[in-house]
């Protein structure tokens, strides 16, 4: 493997539940220490700042570094644990997969018990199980104490276990996470492109944390940054799979390239920024095309109404089978990503900037 692929594996297979992200930011330290300044905020999102040929202005790019996860809410008498989703979860995606729970004693796995066809009423088949009925198995049986081997107690976090590898396409990648260690791993890989060109402006390549549950480290990170412009890097929904129909609905795909989030729910890009970056994209005739957002949102809903206002928008990397144990993307696509971010920040002066937020 080499350097970035192992990077990528070792970002997406890292333990970051909303809350504990500190094993993804120790990673983004390692990539950064000696070139950047690095800080946190006070709930531990990550911030390294590089200085180019000039203080002004400041341009914030952001990634979330917690994954979709759970919580022990409860250790039923017999062992079995009961718990609470941390972030979007359609429960159908969960039957017979394994978690990974870490407890003061270390790391277990445990698996999502489900019903076997056999044992299945016909209108069973058809539901979809609630979140409550799921219950996670960690090896319960005659003689095995479940609490007294790991140590699990309530408030115990647990993340999906999806190990990263390859498709016959090698091209792609399967792991869980890429919803958004893919967005950390830009954020901080441009900081390490931009050692090898000018650009005239402060970067600030940020991780934060609890996206997942409310945009919450977005908050902290853009009021302590405070930037004039500010880019939120993120997985982009690939609807080229069947049962997406045709339509505007069709225009995110893997292998597509960089994508640029136009609206997400009832928040739009700032439409200048947008141009901007479009610019950019086709003078530089880098891969990228345009999607929405239907329902969710990024960070960047979040950075628009910090202070007074910061001209946001996101820019993202297609992914099919998010929020999954089980997701895919080109990491062509984030390499394009990767060089539309470069050849955008080096454009960012202070003129130009003045010129966008008008
Ligand atoms: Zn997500």
């Keep these: 493997m080499d350097d970035r692929t192992l990077f990528l594996k070792e970002i997406t297979e890292a333990f970051g539940p909303p809350g504990l992200e500190d094993a993804v930011a120790a990673i983004l330290r390692r990539r950064t220490e000696g070139f950047c300044q690095i800080g946190r905020d006070n709930i531990g999102s990550f911030i390294a700042t590089k200085k180019g040929t000039s203080a002004e202005p400041k341009v914030m790019v952001a990634g979330h570094m917690d994954e979709v996860a759970f919580m022990v809410t409860d250790v039923e008498p017999s062992g079995f644990l009961r718990m609470r989703p941390l972030g979007g979860w359609w429960p159908h995606v969960l039957l017979g997969q394994r978690i990974r729970l870490r407890t003061r004693k270390g790391e277990f796995l445990g698996i999502v018990g489900s019903k076997p066809p056999h044992d299945l009423k016909p209108d069973e088949r058809k539901n979809v199980l609630e979140f409550n009925d799921l219950f996670v198995d960690m090896g319960v049986g005659q003689g095995f104490d479940v609490v007294e081997a790991t140590g699990v107690r309530r408030g115990d976090f647990a993340v999906p276990h999806g190990p990263f590898e390859t498709l016959a396409n090698p091209n792609q990648h399967v792991v869980k996470a890429w919803d958004n260690r893919i967005g950390c791993a830009l954020a ?114 979040r950075f628009q109404i910090t202070g007074r206002g910061i001209p946001s928008m996101a820019i993202c990397v297609p992914s099919r089978y998010i929020h999954s144990h089980s997701s895919l993307l080109d990491r062509r696509d984030y390499e394009a990503a990767l060089k539309l971010l470069v050849a955008v920040v080096r454009r960012l002066d202070a003129k130009t900037v003045a010129r966008i937020r008008g």
């Design 188 to 301: 901080v890989d441009l900081l390490s492109e931009l050692r090898k060109a000018d650009h005239p402006n402060t970067v600030y390549g940020v991780a934060t944390v609890q996206e997942e549950i409310g945009l919450r480290g977005a908050a902290t990170c853009a009021e302590q940054v405070m930037p004039d412009i500010a880019f939120a890097v993120d997985v982009g929904i690939a609807r080229d799979t069947p049962g997406y129909k045709g339509g505007d609905k069709c225009q995110e795909r893997l292998g597509g390239g960089a994508s640029v989030l136009l609206l997400e729910g009832h928040v739009v890009s700032h439409p200048r920024l947008v141009r901007f970056v479009l610019d950019v994209a086709e003078e530089e005739k880098i891969p990228h095309h345009t999607t929405s957002l239907e329902g969710g949102g990024t960070d960047a809903a």
